[in-house]
């Protein structure tokens, strides 16, 4: 190799190891507070060993950067040579790698497995549905829990009609820990407040929403309702995460609906690992919540229902979900609860809530729900003027929330 192009190497692939060195270096705690959000499902101290162990290989990476700078100074000009060979072949199978995610979890670019039980379908708004008018036992669990979803897409009590939506009824709106993923309907949190209050359980819950999409599903079926009593809208900080995945429709700060854009298997396994963002996308996530929950409550307080919005947190709570709950609940303008759960309140092998972890949710929600506002009496019946704009194509256009 010439003097010239082995300057050349030398300077890049110096730089590349200080590069990798400093990243190792900079990702302290802080940092990681800073640009990492935390996940519900994913224990903090498991998202901790992830950090360290990629701090491991960024420095192993900037090691053997070390070694080939070396092999170039030292004119081993070969050895290079085999490890941008090496380098290529790796960036060739990525293509390979994708198709054949693709194909083994048959998603397609989208963020939902097609053969996880409920089934879905693709919904144009919501990104994604339950297949309606199912029974089914879920194969994930040893215990084979049974979740039966009516004609209208809601998970009921097996063998029960599908809901009567002129029926006073309380509502639940969010993610796979509002439909009671891994549990059967008794032990669920809708299944547990309808045995007590008498009241009829709508769980609108769709595995793996977003605080947009739950937003919008709530919008779309309020209106459905003739009696709605309470409505229950499951938040958590540590489930903002997905609100900065934009491979599902998703509603910005500024209250237009966007379409989802296409995903890449490798993306979301990028993602998985490298769960990074930046602290304005953060704080565009905290902007936009608050304002969807906020246009939430004022749609339920609308319709004569009484708006809760719901936050099971699993105990130690961390200085960073501490820090977005502020951002989000700080000036009180959201009527929430907070919900401790022991940090064991969890599915065998699974991260989600056990029957234990339900049944405080529900305890704390019908204490909530006691007294003069009771839920046993009527509900004013007014029309919501919470939309998303008026004249706007649904499907193609932006859109702006009207609170």
Known sequence: MSQAPRSGAMLCVGAAALLLGGLAIGMTRAWVDRHLLPDILVPSDWLMTIVQIERLILMALALVLMFTLRWIRA??????????VIGMAVLLALPASEVILQWNSGRKGRPWTPGDEPLRRVDPLLGWVYVPSRRVADPEYAWRPHYQIDSHGYRVAPGAPPLDLTAPSILFVGESIMFGKGLNWRDTLAGKVQGSSGIQSADLAVNAYSVSQSFLHLQRELPRFRNPRAVVFLFSPSLMVRDLDHNRPWIDSAGRWHAAEPSWALGHLGRVLFPYHGAAAINEAIASDRRLLKAAVAMVRA??????????????????????GRAIFGNGAIPHLMVPLAPDWRLPRDSHPDARGHAAMARAILHEFEGPESLTAPAVHRQSQTTLGRGSDPLTGARRISP
Do not use: M, S, Y
């Open 75 to 84: 004119g081993r000009g070969d050895r290079l040579w085999r490890g941008i």
């Open 303 to 324: 319709r004569g229902a009484r708006p809760l919005i719901l936050v099971p947190v699993f105990q130690p709570e961390g200085a960073r979900e501490l820090a977005l």
